[in-house]
Every structure is written in C-alpha cells, then in structure tokens.
C-alpha cells in the first residue's frame, strides 16, 4: 500500500517550511505561537494560524505516512514479566517482545495475572 504524496501546490511557504513547522509543533510539544517565534528567528514571518492550518491539514498525512514505514511485528513474541515496586507496592509489569526485541506492549497490573496479560496481546 503505498500512501499517496503530499499536494503543497496553491501555498505561498516551500515544502520543506510547511513540513518543518508541523514538525516542531508535534515533535516538540510547543504551543503554536513559540513555532511561530521559532520560525521568526529564522527569517520566516508565518502567522501561528498558518501553523495551525498546516498541522490540521498535512499532520494526518505525515502521521500516515510515518506509520506505513514502520517495520512491521515479527510472528513470534514472548511475554516477559518483572516485579516493580511503586511506592513501597509490588506491581506485575508484563512485556511483550517479539523476536526482534521490539516491545509490541506493556502492561502493568497489581496482581500476579499470567492469564489476562497473555488476553492484552493475542489479536
């Protein structure tokens, strides 16, 4: 499936402004008026209401995106479990790892549970 690319034509800004201002907006937490200031260090005067209207309309095609060049999970995944204590309390923090060594999911329960930790990962 390949995802279709992104139409930056009828905008005043290059692709690589548009895409590096969503960028610092989700990457970084910031409030659209500091990608604003950001961007005005740089020379570039956009209005965080540009900003904004870009993260609306281009933030779900980069997310897609991003998502389909994702390694997809191995077949075999084992469940690792390991005894935490939170405030002076034993917790179960269960893993699953498939055989890559990428962590597919975690869970974390207040009792030992083998049953429902394997029920959160099966598909």
Not at 32 to 59: A, C, P
Not at 60 to 71: E, K
Not at 93 to 111: N, S, T, Y
Request: include cysteine; charge should be positive; aromatic fraction near 12%.
């Amino acid at each position: 499936m390949r995802s279709s690319p992104i139409n930056y034509k009828r905008h005043r800004f290059p692709p690589q402004i548009i895409t590096h201002a969503v960028w610092l907006y989700v990457r970084f937490k910031l409030s659209l008026r500091e990608v604003e200031e950001m961007l005005l260090q740089r020379g570039i005067d956009v209005s965080y209401e540009t900003v904004r209207r870009w993260v609306i309309k281009f933030g779900p095609q980069f997310a897609r995106n991003l998502r389909q060049r994702q390694d997809r999970p191995g077949d075999v995944w084992h469940l690792d479990e390991v005894v935490v204590k939170i405030s002076g309390r034993k917790y179960w923090l269960w893993r699953a790892v498939d055989q890559h060594g990428v962590v597919l999911d975690e869970i974390l329960q207040p009792k030992r549970d083998k049953r429902a930790a394997k029920g959160c990962y099966t598909a």
